[in-house]
């Protein structure tokens, strides 16, 4: 699916929710089921700068899509990692680093995740991009 | 007489509002507390009917502008039981009052090999201005010890007070983990060896009743906005031979006696200090809240607010595996604790939905987190307008988010 359709996929499923509460339930839901993040890169190599909780985010380029895999110690984070992964993973170097991410906003994550935690969020998106960023220029430089 | 938080409340319309439909708990007093609305009348008056730049106009309002300043300088003197009002310095917070005193000391007092002493307690506002002058004089800034309980070991501290220290930065109270540090004894022990201590009072004005002259403290900072004043206000207090021995911290006007372009002069204590013109309208909404505090009476305040804490240490201890960081049985306004199984960062979001205005993470204190080998508490911070229905609301709240991870 490209990502513009899956996005709309995630804010349909948050459109459900009245209460926040219900919204966060569905989030830690999500993150409990994120598969866990390989030990060998559960380290500082792997780490983003930037979250209040520790997140390792990894990546593979394979016949010419980015599959991302990550973790974080906590659930909260590990469910808007699931909503980032469903997005970004799977697609081209060069649609991953065209997406926009509005759902982010429409689902209302940016603005009602404390400042802190939407930086962390940020510095998330920014590292999935400059992994495209890397793997486009990898990806050229071979042809 | 008790005090009656409900009747308070009326004082801070802020507090009576709804967030994500819940109506809103404000437990981060520690990192400011409300104003109440004496303090915003007394800022809206200044702005409506008193403006005007001060010890400058020979004209009508300056001089009503500049009394009232001055007036509220013998207040904040009066309220901390200086001797003197011109050892009133009036600054931005207590950030730049440390600031103050470590860059002027600094430059006078600190040279290559010399030792300043802070403890493991302190806040980053109360480090990082010691670490500029260590840096830019090659002195040595040592780290007083604390126990897992979140003291400070006094013994380890005497020792340390050797004729390399030329001073001691200290919290009068932890902000991370509410401990209350005896710093009179501490001054004490620093003066028999003639090394002069600076307080860090950004956690105890606006719980305790303050008196810097039976402390003997050199120099003692506080915040307006953390004792029911206006931000962007606060205090230098220093006993008057320090502040006329110490250089200027900024230039400018009002500093100054004569400049020529080869040589100013400065003006007199308090002004020497005061570059600029100086936020006369906080200085005003300071008052008006010291004045509120006293209404209440500092010892029916710290009576409250110490039964709002054991309620809430009894509460909160009987969640099961929850956990209080900083142990101390000398605490004030703070609570600080960690769950057990779930990321702090977890619960704090889940209870920010639930209207819980909490502090989560290392509340500028990394140093004192990495002692306890820990990445952060939840903390929750009181005021006398807090009540023991919020904290009963609380414990509610921790249990309904903990059952959300399960
Ligand atoms: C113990 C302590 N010191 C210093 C500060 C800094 O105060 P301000 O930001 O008002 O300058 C704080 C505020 O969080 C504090 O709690």
């Not at chain 2, 009326?10 to 990192?31: C, E, G, H, T, W």
């Not at chain 2, 009232?68 to 003197?84: G, K, P, S, T």
């Not at chain 2, 990082?128 to 004089?137: G, I, L, N, T």
């Not at chain 2, 911070?381 to 988010?401: C, H, M, Q, V």
Request: proline share 3%; net charge negative; glycine share 6%.
């Amino acid at each position: 699916m490209a990502i513009i359709d899956i996005e709309q996929t995630i804010i349909e499923e948050f459109s459900h929710f009245e209460d926040w509460l219900d919204r966060y339930n569905y989030l830690i839901e999500m993150g409990k089921d994120l598969p866990k993040i390989d030990e060998r890169f559960r380290t500082d190599q792997y780490l983003i700068a930037g979250c209040q909780s520790r997140v390792w985010l990894q990546a593979d380029f394979a016949d010419g899509k980015i599959i991302f895999t990550a973790d974080s110690d906590a659930v909260i984070t590990k469910g808007i990692v699931t909503l980032l992964i469903r997005v970004l993973s799977n697609q081209r170097p060069d649609d991953v680093l065209h997406a926009n991410l509005g759902f982010v906003d429409t689902i209302g994550l940016r603005e009602h995740l404390s400042p802190t935690r939407s930086n962390g969020l940020n510095s998330m998106i920014k590292q999935m991009k400059l992994f495209a960023l890397a793997f486009k220029t990898k990806e050229q430089s071979s042809k | 007489m008790a005090l009656d938080p409900l009747k308070i409340r009326i004082d801070f319309p802020i507090l009576d509002q709804m967030i994500y439909k819940r109506s809103l708990v404000y437990f981060d007093n520690a990192a400011t507390t409300q104003k109440p609305r004496q303090v915003i009348n007394a800022i809206d008056k200044y702005y409506l009917l008193q403006n005007s730049n001060i010890h400058r106009g020979v004209h009508y309002l300056s001089q009503m502008a500049t009394q009232a300043y001055e007036d509220a300088r013998v207040h904040i003197q009066h309220f901390i039981n200086a001797r003197l009002s011109q050892e009133i310095i009036y600054t931005r917070g207590t950030t730049e009052s440390i600031n103050l005193v470590a860059s002027s000391f600094g430059k006078k007092f600190i040279s290559k090999g010399d030792t300043i002493l802070v403890s493991n307690l302190e806040h980053h506002s109360n480090i990082v201005p010691w670490q500029f002058v260590c840096e830019e004089k090659g002195a040595v800034l040592k780290v007083i010890p604390i126990n897992d309980e979140g003291e400070i070991l006094l013994d380890a501290y005497t020792e340390m007070l050797d004729e390399k220290v030329k001073i001691v930065a200290v919290t009068h109270v932890s902000n991370a983990l509410g401990t209350i540090v005896p710093v009179k004894e501490m001054i004490r022990l620093a003066h028999l060896k003639n090394i002069p201590v600076l307080i860090d009072g950004a956690q105890s004005v606006a719980h305790f009743q303050v008196d810097v002259q039976d402390l003997d403290a050199d120099f003692f900072c506080f915040s307006g906005h953390k004792m029911y004043g206006p931000m962007g206000i606060g205090v230098l207090y220093g006993k008057e031979h320090w502040l006329e021995d110490l250089p200027p911290y900024q230039g400018g006007g009002e500093m100054i006696k004569d400049v020529t372009f080869e040589k100013t002069t400065y003006n007199d204590l308090p002004f020497k200090f005061e570059a600029g013109t100086p936020n006369v309208c906080d200085a005003l909404g300071l008052d008006a809240a010291l004045t509120y505090m006293q209404n209440l009476g500092l010892s029916e305040i710290y009576g409250y607010e110490e039964e709002l804490l054991h309620f809430a240490t009894a509460r909160l201890l009987e969640i099961e595996g929850l956990k209080i960081i900083g142990t101390s049985p000398q605490k004030a306004g703070v609570i600080s604790f960690l769950p057990d199984g779930i990321h702090p960062y977890d619960l704090g979001t889940i209870l920010d939905k639930l209207g819980f205005a909490l502090r989560t993470g290392n509340h500028c204190a990394q140093p004192l987190m990495h002692r306890l080998g820990i990445q952060g508490t939840l903390r929750a911070s009181f005021a006398f307008y807090n009540t023991k229905e919020e904290i009963n609301r609380l414990a509610e709240g921790i249990i309904t988010a903990k059952r959300m991870f399960d």
